[in-house]
């Protein structure tokens, strides 16, 4: 990869800048064209995304291809899942998820998460090693509706009441994988809402971050969570006051997409949801998802 600098000769007036979108989380960053990356400008995005959480890039112009090797200079990409529709990836792109309601001749939507709200989680948190970083890029966008929220879980745990803090230090939550966040059922898997019996993986509640090291609160997902060695009430009522103050609006950036919009958040320090839209509209987001390499660390 060239180096910047050594490209531009020097031009100021398309030196990369950063428009912070909220006091807790989330950056614009201008003046890069992600289908031609330099690599100070990696390190600089790397950077403002260990420090702000989520990115937000406007008017860039991608092709799946550019999205995808945009992608891999942050590591290694999951394979797209067969979706709630029973589809698979874009063919030759088995890195490429679609988001998407739009309808294709046999009916069934292109891509996941329909046209509902898309309920606060993490991406797939119920993997050993959940995912490091997602990348969500508009194609078409709705006239309203359909806004992605994401959630700094660094600000949750810097500002969580230590009576609230006490009950959860030391304690590991089940996160569950029988369903995706738009409530629907994952392939191969059948309804399970017991929280004591659905499939699912096991994480510290406060973990050492992965790149940054640093305090971050991990709650995945609310449905069929569990605190390990409370009794289901017990642990349901920790729960529900973990989340009513993890997503606290000072804590949240809520993202009106433009086509040409790409928003990537790192998976391991942010929660994110999505509002509804109006089913009749159209909504097409391309993805990809940068694999985890090592399990959340308990601080
Ligand atoms: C996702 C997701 C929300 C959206 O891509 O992981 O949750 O706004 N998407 O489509
Ligand atoms: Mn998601």
Redesign the pocket.
Known sequence: MANRAEHCGGDTNSEPSLRPLTPNVGVEISGIDLARLYGDELVFIMNALNTHGALLFRNQRLSDENLVAFSRNFGDLDGAPVNENGKTAVPGLPEL?V?SNIEGSDGKPVGS?GSGE?AW?T?MSYLENPPDA?V?YALEVPAVG?D?WVASMYAALDHMPANLRKRIEGRAIKHDGTYN?GGYVRQGLVANDDPLTSTGALHSAICAHPRTGRPVLYLGRRRNAYVEGLSLEESDALLDEMWAHATRPEFCYAHKWRVGDLLMWDNRATL?R?DEFDATERRL?H?TQIRGESAPRAL
């Open positions: 998820y988001i998460l898309a989680h991406d997602s969500l359909g992605t966040s994110h999505r987001m993805r």
